[in-house]
């Protein structure tokens, strides 16, 4: 648990997810959840 949630917290989905003007903040949790799968796999953040 703490492992994944190092991993969260340190990514970059989540300084979007904090960031109200890029709207990730109002997307549903599975969008959210494939942002951050699709960056921890390939180290890309679309």
């Known amino acids: ?3 994944a949630l190092d991993e969260l ?3 970059e ?3 979007r997810l ?4 890029c709207g990730l903040y ?5 969008y959210v959840f494939s942002y951050l799968e699709n960056e921890i796999e ?3 953040v679309k």
């Open 1 to 3: 648990m703490k492992k």
């Open 9 to 11: 917290y340190s990514s």
């Open 13 to 15: 989905t989540y300084k």
């Open 18 to 21: 904090c960031n109200p003007d």
């Open 26 to 30: 109002y997307e549903g949790s599975v």
């Open 42 to 44: 390939t180290g890309i």
